[in-house]
C-alpha cells in the first residue's frame, strides 16, 4: 500500500445527441475532489464534506458500491478511507454518480498493490451506477476514467473504443430543476420508425467521421437528434429557446447532457463557448428558473491525480 | 467537345451490414464498360452489347435516364452516342443501375465543355436509379464514383462523406435466383424496437470507426445487423450457411450486398478471400442453386478511364 491520493474526478456528458447510450466525453469542469488513503481500521470509511446528504454507507454510497466491487478481487483487501467533495450535484445530468465510482476505484488502484485493467475498472465503476440509478450503464464511467469522447459498441460484451477528436470548447447549463432519470427513461418510447432510425444512423455514423476527420461543419450537422431529444425535452424549460439561440450564436450544436436537465452546447473556440453561456443565462433570467452556466474543454485526461 | 471516352464503371455494394441505406463501397470487379462519343445525330443514341433485353428507349434506360436530367443543364447539348457492355446483372444486388447512371453522366462529362460538381453528378445519376426502381437512392452511385466508402449522412438535403479505410478483400457470391429490390424493401418491418435501434447505431459507430481506425478487429465485431438482415436474409438460400461457415474461414463478416441476392463478405488479405470463395462455392454446389462469385478488391478509385 501506498500513501495518500488525491484526485479530481471530471462530470460527463452522456447521451450525447444521436449517441444515445452508446457516445460520452469528459469535460474539465465541474469535477469532484476525492481523497483516498490507507486506513488501519479494516474495511471502508466514507466522509462526505460536502452536503447532498448522501448515504456514507458503503452498500448505499456511489462510491462505496464501486469500491465493495473492487475489493472482493483483492486478496488481503486493505481498510480503506474514503474523503468525497462533491461539486458535481447528484441529479444534474452531468454524471455525478459516474464521478464517484470511477473516482474511487481509480483512486484505489492506486494504493493497491496490484495491477488493474481500465476495463476492471469500469466493470468495477459500473457497480456504483447500479446502486445509484439501479443499472449498470458505462457511458459516463468510460469518458471519466478515459478522457476525450468513447464509444461504447455494446455493453454485452464491453466493448469500447476512444475516438479521435479536435479541441472543443462546452458550455453547460444546469437549470435548478429536478428530471428524475428513471421519468426521463420512462418517457420513451420502446419503438421507433425504421425512417427515423436510419436518420439517427446516418448522424451517428456522421458524428464519429466528424470527430475522427477532425472536421467541425461535419460535427455540427451530425448533431441532431430526432427520436430521444424532441420527448425528453419536454421535461427541460427554455430547452428549445436555449438551443436555438445558441447556435444562433455560434454553437456546432448539442443537446441535452445525460437525461438532463443539464443543456450543453459545443463549439470551436473560447469566445463561442461564451457566447453560448451569454445566450444560456438570458434564457433563463428570463424565464425566471435558478441555474448554473460552466463553460469548459473536452477533457483528454480523464481523472487527474492532484497531490 | 472532346473525342471518345471510354470507362469502367464498378459493381457497389450497400447496405453495408449494420449501414444500411447509408454506407456503400466500390469494388474492383465486376464492372461495365461504357463507350461515350458524341454525335452529329442529335439526341442519345444507346445500344447495349449485353443480352439483357434492356430498353434502349433513352426515357426507360437507367444510363439515359441520367443523361436527359444532365443535359437539360447543358447550353447547346451535343448529340451522344452511348454504347453499353453490361457485365454487372441487372437484379444481382450490385448496382447494376448506379453502374450504368453513374458511367453514364461520368463519362458525359468529359466530353461535354462545361464544368461539373462530383454532387452534380451525384445528382443526374440518381435521376437513372429513379428510372430502375422508382427511388431516387444514392448509396451505390455515390461510392461508383467516388470510389472507396462513402457515408450517405442525408439524403435531404444531401450530404455525401467519404471514409478512410484499410485495405479490404471482399468475396461476393451471386446466387443465380430473383430477389425483388420492391419484395425485399416490402418485407421490412416499419418499426423497430429502441433497444435494438441502439445496438445497431453502437454498431454503425463502430464501424465508422473501425475503417477510419483501420482496425480490421473492430470492423469484424461491428458487423452486425439485427434489423435488416434477420427478415431478408429468408430470401436468401444458403445465407446463414454461408456468413458462418466464411467467419470460420477467417472472414471479419458481411452480409447482404444490397437488397440481394449477392451475398459479400470482407477479409483482411487475398487469401482469406479466396478461403471465403471456396466455402461459398462449396454450399452453393451442396443446395444445387448455380451461383457466380468474385474475389476482388476495395476500389478506391470508382470509375477509370480507360483509353
Not at 475489493?71 to 474523503?83: N, Q, R, S
Request: charged share 20%; glycine share 10%.
Amino acid at each position: 500500500m501506498s500513501n495518500t491520493i488525491r484526485i479530481k474526478s471530471p462530470a460527463t456528458i452522456a447521451n450525447l445527441v444521436c449517441g444515445f447510450d452508446i457516445l460520452g466525453l469528459a469535460v474539465e469542469e465541474p469535477f469532484d475532489l476525492m481523497t483516498i488513503e490507507p486506513s488501519e481500521r479494516p474495511g471502508l470509511e466514507i466522509i462526505h464534506l460536502d452536503d447532498y446528504q448522501l448515504s456514507t454507507v458503503p452498500e448505499e454510497n456511489v462510491a462505496g458500491g464501486a469500491l465493495l466491487a473492487m475489493l472482493e478481487d483483492v486478496k488481503d483487501a486493505p481498510g480503506i478511507k474514503l474523503t468525497i467533495d462533491k461539486k458535481i450535484k447528484p441529479g444534474s445530468g452531468l454524471g455525478s454518480s459516474a464521478a464517484s465510482a470511477a473516482g474511487a476505484v481509480f483512486a484505489a488502484s492506486k494504493i493497491i498493490q496490484q495491477q488493474f485493467t481500465q476495463e476492471d475498472l469500469i466493470r468495477y465503476a459500473m457497480f456504483g451506477e447500479k446502486v445509484a440509478s439501479g443499472v449498470k450503464h458505462a457511458d459516463n464511467i468510460t469518458p471519466c476514467l478515459m478522457g476525450g469522447i468513447t464509444l461504447i459498441r455494446s455493453i454485452m460484451p464491453l466493448d469500447i473504443i476512444p475516438l479521435n477528436s479536435p479541441d472543443l470548447h462546452i458550455t453547460i447549463v444546469h437549470p435548478q430543476i429536478e428530471v428524475k432519470t428513471s421519468d426521463a427513461r420512462h418517457i420513451l418510447k420502446k419503438e421507433v420508425q425504421l425512417k427515423q432510425a436510419i436518420r439517427q444512423w446516418g448522424n451517428i455514423a456522421g458524428l464519429v467521421a466528424g470527430f475522427m476527420k477532425g472536421d467541425y461543419a461535419l460535427i455540427g450537422r451530425s448533431l441532431e437528434d430526432g427520436i430521444i431529444e424532441p420527448v425528453r425535452s419536454i421535461l427541460i424549460p427554455g430547452f428549445d429557446q436555449v438551443k436555438s439561440r445558441s447556435k444562433e450564436a455560434g454553437a456546432l450544436g448539442g443537446g441535452i447532457s445525460g437525461s438532463g436537465p443539464s443543456v450543453f452546447m459545443l463549439s470551436k473556440d473560447d469566445a463561442t463557448a461564451r457566447a453560448v453561456e451569454h445566450v444560456m443565462k438570458d434564457v433563463y433570467i428570463k424565464i425566471g428558473i435558478d441555474f448554473k452556466t460552466y463553460v469548459t474543454k473536452l477533457n483528454r485526461q480523464g481523472i487527474k491525480i492532484i497531490e
